[in-house]
C-alpha cells in the first residue's frame, strides 16, 4: 500500500484499525509532503498546529517508505512516549514488518562495571545512596535494556546515577572488563541493525560533534532525518557545538581516580592524598564565584582576584595528578584512563581561555554546589548545514511552534536552512469556539514595581469563575514566588507550586485533583499535556522575553547591532513569539476542551510589535471584558440556564 489517502482518508486503514481515529485533512496534507520528501529527497520545515496529528503524519511514511530513517525527539520523556507508546500503535495499525529502536545517551544507561566499582566504596556513600545502589544492583540482574527510565522508584536527580552510569570522560570502551555485557553497546548495536531509530536532539548533536573530532559514530548512517520538536534544537546545537568544563566533571575525576586506585594500586597514597586536593581546589573554585546561582559573561568575572586564584590552583592540581598518574602508566585500564581524563579536562580548561577566537562567546553558569564554564559559538548555521551536508540524506524539521507570523525565516537562519522547502498546516480545532483569549485592562506596564502585585489580584476572580483547573506561568521565578505567596490564603483551590515536587508528580497531583491551581515557569511552559477540563484557564504574565542578561543572549544581540541589524525585531521577538505559541498551547490539547487565555501583558496591545504575538496565536474568541469570562466558564460548564455565549470583540 503507497497511497497516503488510503490510510489517513476517512474510511482509510487508520481509521478502521484505531478507536478515535478521525480524518483529518492536515495531517493528510503533511503526510503526503513528508512521502515526497522522503522519496525525492531535500530538505523541509513544518509546523503542524496542535491536534494535527504530526507524530502518525510522518511515523506513517517512515515506516512505509523502505529507508533508514532517525527520528529525533526535543526530550527523553518525549522520545520514550514516541516509541513505546504512538510507534507501536502505527506498526501494528499498518501491520508493518519494519524494526525499530530505541537509543538515548550513554548517562542512561547502566554501567555494569561502575556500579560494581561503586559497591567497593560503599563505605563513602550516604545512607540514601547505599539503599539506592542495592535497588540497582537487584534491578541489573532483571533488565534487559539497561535503560534508567525503568527505575521509576530513584529519582532521575538521585546523586547515585552518575556513579552506575558512564561519560564519554570515564568510560573504558573496549577495554571495560564488562565490555561483553555493556548495555550501552547493545543499544548501539541494535540501533546499526534497525529500520528506524528514536533518538533524542541531545544524542543527535553529540554525534555531530563527535564526528567533528574525528571520533566514531554514535549513530547509524540514515537516508532521511525527521527532527520532532524542531524548535528546541538551535539551542541544544549551540551546547554542542561549543566547549563546557565543570565542577562535577572535576569531582567525577577525583572520586573514579580514587575507586580506581584501591582497584589496581594500593601503595601509592599520594595520589589519593592529591585527588583530595583536587576536590577542595574544586570546592573552593566554586565559592570564588560567589553564594548565589547564576549566568553571566566570562567578563563580569574575569578580573576578580578569587576567581582568577582559584582557577590557578585547578590548573596546577589537574597537572600535578596529571603527572602521578602518567608515572604508573599501565597499572590498570581504570587509572589509566583516569590519566587521560586529567589531561582531557587539563586542555579544555586551557582552551575555554584563549582568548584569539572571537566568534564565540565565554560565559559562567553557577548550581547550588557546583560550576560550569563555557565556550558556545555564537553562531551555529555555518556549522550546522555544514554537517548536514556530511550527512546527504532527507532532513524534515517539524514542530507546532517553528513560525512566526507565518514566517520560518527566524527557524531557518539559526540552523542554515534558508533554502528549505516550507509548510504550514494550521491546526483543526475550532478556536473561537473553544477558547476565549482575555487581556485584562488598566494593567500597570511590566516593569512597574506594582505589577506581579496586579497579576496575582486579578488572578483571584478569573480563578473563581474558572473553578481553579488552571495553569499560572509566569516569566521568572521571582516573579512565581511573590505569587505563590500572595495567593497562599487567598483562593480556596489545592495550589501547587513547581520546585516543591518533581515535574511529573505535580502533573499528576493536577490531573487527579480536577480543581487544582498550578504556578509554574519555563518547564510547564511546553512538552506538558494535560487533556479535559482538569486544565481550562492558563493566565501568562509577561510576554516571554529573554532576560537580556542573559550572556549568550546578549552577546548575539550586541554581535547583531554592530553588524548594523536590528537584534529585537529579527532574534528577541521571534524568540519571545514562539514561546508565546508553546505556552499557549497548554490550554486547548483536543476538540473537546475549552479554556480561557489570559495574557496579562499591556504591551501585547499597545506595542506595534504586538501584532506579531497576536498573528502567531490561534484565531481564538478575543476579549477584554470580565464578563466575557464569566459567561465563557458558564456557557461551556453549564452552571447557568441558558447562558450566553462570549462574544469576539474587535481588538
Not at 171 to 179: I, M, N, V, Y
Request: proline share 5%; hydrophobic share 40%; aromatic share 8%.
Amino acid at each position: 500500500m503507497t497511497d497516503i489517502a488510503e490510510i489517513f482518508g476517512p474510511e482509510g486503514w487508520l481509521a478502521r484499525r484505531i478507536d478515535g481515529f478521525s480524518h483529518r485533512p492536515q495531517q493528510q496534507a503533511m503526510a503526503e509532503t513528508i512521502s515526497r520528501i522522503l522519496n525525492d529527497g531535500g530538505v523541509l520545515i513544518c509546523e503542524a498546529g496542535t491536534g494535527t496529528g504530526k507524530t502518525f503524519a510522518y511515523l506513517v511514511p517512515a515506516l512505509m517508505s523502505g529507508l533508514k530513517v532517525i527520528v529525533s525527539t526535543g526530550t527523553k520523556n518525549l522520545q520514550d512516549q514516541l516509541f513505546h507508546r504512538d510507534l507501536p500503535l502505527v506498526r501494528e495499525s499498518l501491520s508493518s514488518p519494519v524494526s525499530v529502536a530505541l537509543l538515548k545517551g550513554r548517562a542512561n544507561y547502566l554501567c555494569t562495571y561502575r556500579m560494581e566499582t561503586a559497591m567497593l566504596e560503599d563505605r563513602r556513600l550516604t545512607a540514601e545512596q547505599s539503599h539506592q545502589l542495592q535497588q540497582v544492583r537487584s534491578w541489573s540482574g532483571q533488565t534487559r535494556s539497561g535503560d534508567v527510565a525503568e527505575m521509576s522508584a530513584i529519582p532521575e536527580d538521585a546523586g547515585i546515577w552518575p556513579m552506575v552510569t558512564s561519560t564519554t570522560e570515564n568510560c573504558l570502551g573496549q577495554e571495560c572488563p564488562a565490555h561483553s555485557k555493556c548495555h550501552l553497546v547493545e543499544a548501539r548495536r541494535r540501533a546499526q541493525e534497525a529500520d528506524l531509530v528514536v533518538i533524542n536532539h541531545h544524542l543527535l548533536c553529540a554525534d555531530m560533534a563527535l564526528k567533528d573530532e574525528g571520533f566514531g559514530e554514535l549513530l547509524p548512517s540514515a537516508d532521511c532525518f525527521i527532527l520532532d520538536e524542531a524548535h528546541q534544537l538551535p539551542d541544544v546545537a549551540g551546547n554542542f557545538f561549543g566547549m563546557s568544563l565543570s565542577g562535577r566533571q572535576l569531582l567525577d575525576l577525583a572520586r573514579d581516580t580514587v575507586a580506581e586506585y584501591h582497584r589496581e594500586a594500593g601503595d601509592l597514597p599520594k595520589i589519593v592524598d592529591q585527588a583530595d586536593r583536587l576536590k577542595q581546589v574544586t570546592r573552593d573554585l566554586r565559592l570564588a564565584f560567589g553564594l548565589e546561582m547564576r549566568r553571566g559573561a566570562w567578563s563580569d568575572v574575569e578580573n576578580n582576584p578569587a576567581v582568577e586564584a582559584g582557577l590557578e590552583r585547578l590548573r596546577s592540581e589537574l597537572s600535578i595528578l596529571g603527572d602521578m598518574l602518567e608515572a604508573i602508566e599501565g597499572r590498570g585500564k581504570g587509572l589509566d584512563s583516569c590519566r587521560d581524563r586529567c589531561k582531557e579536562l587539563a586542555s579544555r580548561l586551557d582552551q575555554l581561555f584563549d582568548e584569539n577566537d572571537a566568534q564565540d562567546i565565554r560565559w559562567f553558569e553557577t548550581q547550588r554546589q557546583s560550576f560550569r564554564l563555557n565556550r558556545t559559538p555564537l553562531e551555529i548555521s555555518a556549522i550546522f548545514r555544514e554537517r548536514m551536508a556530511n550527512n546527504p540524506a532527507a532532513w524534515i524539521f517539524t514542530s507546532a511552534t517553528l513560525a512566526v507570523g507565518g514566517s520560518f525565516s527566524h527557524f531557518a537562519s539559526q540552523l542554515g536552512l534558508e533554502d528549505a522547502e516550507t509548510h504550514c498546516w494550521d491546526s483543526p480545532f475550532d478556536y473561537p469556539k473553544q477558547a476565549l483569549w482575555y487581556v485584562p485592562s488598566d494593567l500597570p506596564e511590566p516593569n512597574s514595581p506594582e505589577f506581579n502585585r496586579t497579576v496575582s489580584e486579578l488572578s483571584i476572580p478569573i480563578l473563581e469563575a474558572s473553578g481553579g483547573r488552571a495553569f499560572l506561568l509566569f516569566t521568572s521565578h521571582r516573579a512565581l514566588q511573590e505569587a505563590a505567596d500572595y495567593l497562599q490564603d487567598r483562593i480556596e483551590f489545592p495550589m501547587l507550586v513547581q520546585g516543591t515536587a518533581p515535574r511529573s508528580e505535580l502533573l499528576e497531583q493536577f490531573r487527579s485533583l480536577g480543581n487544582a491551581v498550578l504556578l509554574g515557569t519555563s518547564s510547564f511552559w511546553e512538552g506538558v499535556d494535560v487533556r479535559g477540563d482538569a486544565l481550562s484557564c492558563v493566565i501568562i504574565d509577561k510576554l516571554p522575553f529573554a532576560s537580556p542578561g542573559e550572556p549568550v543572549l546578549q552577546a548575539r544581540i550586541d554581535a547583531l547591532r554592530a553588524r548594523g541589524g536590528n537584534p529585537f525585531m529579527t532574534f528577541q521577538l521571534p524568540q519571545a513569539a514562539i514561546a508565546l505559541k508553546q505556552g499557549a498551547g497548554r490550554l486547548i490539547r483536543d476538540e473537546k476542551d475549552r479554556g480561557v487565555l489570559v495574557l496579562c501583558d499591556p504591551r501585547l496591545l499597545s506595542k506595534p510589535y504586538g501584532k506579531v504575538f497576536i498573528k502567531s496565536l490561534p484565531p481564538m474568541t478575543k476579549s477584554r471584558d470580565f464578563n466575557n469570562v464569566k459567561r465563557f466558564f458558564a456557557y461551556h460548564d453549564g452552571v447557568q440556564e441558558n447562558p450566553t455565549p462570549p462574544v469576539s470583540e474587535n481588538q
